[in-house]
DNA sequence: TTAGTCAATTCAAAAAGTGAAGTGACTTCT
DNA sequence: AGAAGTCACTTCACTTTTTGAATTGACTAA
C-alpha cells in the first residue's frame, strides 16, 4: 500500500496524516499562523522550492484548510488565509512546537504563545475536560473500537 | 533548501518535523501508542514497505524517539518501545486524531481515549495554565524572539 | 526434513522533490 | 516611453525517495 491509500484508512490519525503529515505543509502551517500570507513570504521563509509550495497551497486549497483571497484586482493578486478548519489545526503546531522546545532545542523558544484573554506568554497543555488534571501519554489508554479491532485482527492474521 | 536542512532551523517545528513530520512516521507513531511493538505488525498494521518501515524505525530510534529492547535471545528478537521522549509526543497524535476525527471523519472515531485517573472515555483539549480555559488559534498570538525576528527578515529581504 | 516465523536487506522501477530558468501580468523608476 | 522590478507561478532536467517483490538468515515446531 502506498502513502496515495492513506485516504482511505479507517482511522483518523492514517487520515490526517495524508492531508498535513509532511515536512513542507507542516511548515507552511506554521507560517500560516504567524501570519504569512503570500507566496513570495512562504517562498522565502520555508526555504521550500517554488514547485513544492504551489502544489502544496493547491492541496491545502483543495482539502478546505486554506483559501485564497483576493486582495487585488489590478495586477489580479490574493493571499493565503486559513479556514476553520485550517485554523482547528493549531493545537497539532502548538503541540508539536513544544515538543520541539522540549526535546530539540538547546536555547530560549523562537515563538512564544500568548494567550489574548488573560494576556500571559503561556505553555498550553492538554487536559482532561472530565476531572480538569493534565493528561499525557502515562495516564491515557486507547480503546479500539469494535470495527476497526476486526480490521485489525484481519490484517494481522493476513498472509 | 532540502528537507534535509530542516533540522538546522532556528524555529523548533521546523526541527521537529524533520523528525516526525512525515506520514509513515505518524503511523509507526500510532501504532507504538496503540501498543504495537513488533516489525511485522508495524508491517501489516501500516501496511508500508518493509524497506521504509527499517529505515524510519532506524531513524527513530538515532533520534531517541524508540528503543529496542531484546525479549529473547534465542532467536535474537526485539520489540520497539517509546522512550520519554517518544511518550511526550502524545500530544500531537491526540491533537492530530481530534482534528481527523472532526474534519475527515463520517464515522464514530475508531479509536477513543481513557483517562484513567477517573477512568472515563474523554476528548482532551488545550486550556491555558494561567486562567485555565480553554485555548486555541483565535485566543492565541505568537510572539516572535528577537533574534528569529532578525533572522526571518533578513530572508524576507534577501535576492 | 520441511515448513514457518521474525526481522530484516536487496534491487529495479516509479514517484516525488530540487534548483534553476522562464513566463506573464502588471507597477514603478528614470 | 522604455527599462527594471514585483508577484505568482510553471517548466524542465536532474536527483532522491518510495514502492513492491524477492531474497536472506537465524532460528523453531511438526
Not at 483559501?67 to 493565503?80: A, F, G, K, L, N
Not at 530539540?104 to 492538554?126: A, F, W, Y
Request: hydrophobic share 35%; aromatic share 6%.
Amino acid at each position: 500500500m502506498s502513502r496515495s491509500d492513506l485516504p482511505s484508512h479507517t482511522c483518523t490519525i492514517a487520515r490526517a496524516s495524508a492531508q498535513v503529515g509532511d515536512e513542507w505543509t507542516l511548515l507552511i502551517m506554521r507560517e500560516l499562523f504567524l501570519g504569512t500570507r503570500r507566496f513570495d513570504d512562504f517562498l522565502r521563509l520555508t526555504s521550500m522550492s517554488s514547485h513544492l509550495l504551489s502544489q502544496r497551497l493547491r492541496k491545502l486549497e483543495t482539502q478546505g484548510v486554506i483559501r485564497r483571497e483576493p486582495y487585488s484586482e489590478r495586477p489580479p493578486r490574493h493571499e493565503y488565509r486559513l479556514t476553520e478548519k485550517g485554523l482547528d489545526l493549531w493545537t497539532v503546531i502548538i503541540a508539536l512546537k513544544q515538543w520541539g522546545d522540549r526535546w530539540l532545542s538547546t536555547e530560549d523558544t523562537p515563538v512564544q504563545i500568548m494567550h489574548k484573554v488573560c494576556g500571559n506568554v503561556v505553555r498550553p497543555h492538554m487536559i482532561c475536560p472530565d476531572c480538569g488534571e493534565r493528561m499525557g501519554a502515562h495516564d491515557a489508554e486507547a480503546k479500539i473500537s469494535e470495527p476497526f479491532q476486526m480490521e485489525r485482527q484481519a490484517v494481522r492474521r493476513a498472509p
